[in-house]
Nanobody, 123 residues
């Protein structure tokens, strides 16, 4: 089972970027999906999560109103649309899958993790 995150890169402040995460090896149709990030020198933190059917989402206060999580269960993918990016959004972003249908903000509730994709926000 693999989660493959992609879409990271270098973007200027105020710009947008879309991260994608593809699940390989099994379906996560009944699982919640989440995004976390780890900035240099800091611990990994929750960014966003979507329930098993995508109808319930939640976000960290620091990204609320700027980031949007969405999922396509038919394609077994989850995306994170990021806009109005700030230098403090620079981090390695990880997608993760939780067997708890509603999802969680806690890392411990996630079973599978992607390898991470680097987002750098800089002029």
């Amino acid at each position: 089972v693999q989660l493959q995150a992609s879409g990271g890169g270098l973007v200027q402040p105020g710009g947008s970027l879309r991260l994608s995460c593809a699940a390989l090896g099994r379906t996560f149709r009944t699982w919640a999906m989440g995004w976390f990030r780890q900035a240099p020198g800091k611990e990994r933190e929750f960014v966003a999560r979507a329930s098993w059917n995508g109808e319930t989402t939640s976000y960290a206060d620091s990204v609320k109103g700027r980031f949007t999580i969405s999922r396509d269960s038919a394609k077994n993918t989850v995306a994170l649309q990021m806009s109005s990016l700030k230098p403090e959004d620079t981090a390695v972003y990880y997608c993760a899958a939780s067997p708890y249908a509603g999802g969680s903000h806690a890392e411990s509730q996630y079973t599978y993790w992607g390898q991470g994709t680097l987002v750098t926000v800089s002029s």
